[in-house]
């Protein structure tokens, strides 16, 4: 089964960027949503962004506005662009698809294939 491959993570200061990519399969691509979470250590798994097959995404309340999603067939991959970042942006971030076409909320139950997740530290 094929699994999602997140990359790009890193050390960054608050206030700074970074992109984020996750190679997804042609499959996941051509007919799921695909949704970012990440997990802070000692916190439960959270929903960041969803992008439906049709191209509608959802974000959470905290990263509207700093974060943008993205999916590329072509390359056959996922990018979470995130800005203005700040310390509680920290986590690990991982990408997964669902089973249907749309997004409905962040639950990660609805979420059938996952990757291993990139580490994001933002800190001074």
């Known amino acids: 089964q094929f699994r999602f491959v997140e990359f790009g993570g890193g050390l960054v200061q608050p206030g700074g960027s970074l992109r984020l990519s996750c190679a997804a399969s042609?499959?996941?691509?051509?007919?799921?949503?695909i949704g970012w979470f990440r997990q802070a250590p000692g916190k439960e798994r959270e929903g960041v962004a969803c992008?439906?097959?049709?191209?509608?995404?959802i974000y959470a309340d905290s990263v509207k506005g700093r974060f943008t999603m993205s999916r590329d067939a072509a390359k056959k991959r996922v990018y979470l662009q995130m800005a203005s970042l700040k310390t509680e942006d920290t986590g690990l971030y991982f990408c997964?698809?669902?089973?249907?076409?749309?997004?409905?909320?962040?639950?990660?139950?609805?979420?059938?294939?996952w990757g291993q997740g990139t580490q994001v530290t933002v800190s001074s």
């Open positions: 997964a698809a669902r089973s249907v076409a749309n997004c409905s909320g962040f639950q990660s139950s609805d979420y059938v294939t």
């Open positions: 042609a499959f996941a691509l051509d007919w799921s949503a």
């Open positions: 992008n439906s097959k049709y191209g509608h995404t």
